[in-house]
């Protein structure tokens, strides 16, 4: 698992870690059922709190990305493809529905805006 946080980001820590995590799932680099490391080991690797890593793990589970089973720790949940699609294609439509709706207060038409999503 790749797993890093940017000190001193706007974006909290905890927030990260579910980012990152909830991506590694939604793209099958963690694969259903596997193993996530125990809180303790995120928190001292990344040298963050175990609060802060328990944050993140409780909304991973809140959000139905991972699973917790007792005594045995968390593991990813087993999404199907079309599922993960869903996820992915939720994420993706916000901010673009932003740069959208701020392209045509600019007065940018849809062709121009595909033309840069393009030269991007």
Do not use: H
């Not at 980012?19 to 939604?26: G, N, T």
């Not at 596997?34 to 690797?45: A, D, G, M, Q, Y």
């Amino acid at each position: 698992m790749d797993l890093d946080i940017i000190p001193n980001s706007p974006i909290p820590a905890y927030k990260q870690l579910f980012d990152k995590v909830s991506s590694q799932i939604l793209s099958g680099k963690i694969a259903g059922g596997s193993p996530l490391p125990p809180i303790r080991t995120v928190s001292k690797e990344l040298g963050i709190s175990v609060i802060t890593v328990r944050s993140a793990w409780d909304m991973l589970l809140n959000e139905g990305y991972i699973e917790s089973r007792a005594g045995s720790g968390c593991f990813a949940a087993d999404l199907s493809e079309r599922e993960k699609s869903l996820r992915r294609q939720a994420i993706i439509k916000e901010p673009v529905k932003k740069a959208v709706d701020k392209a045509e207060s600019l007065g940018f038409s849809k062709d121009d805006l595909i033309k840069m999503i393009r030269e991007t």
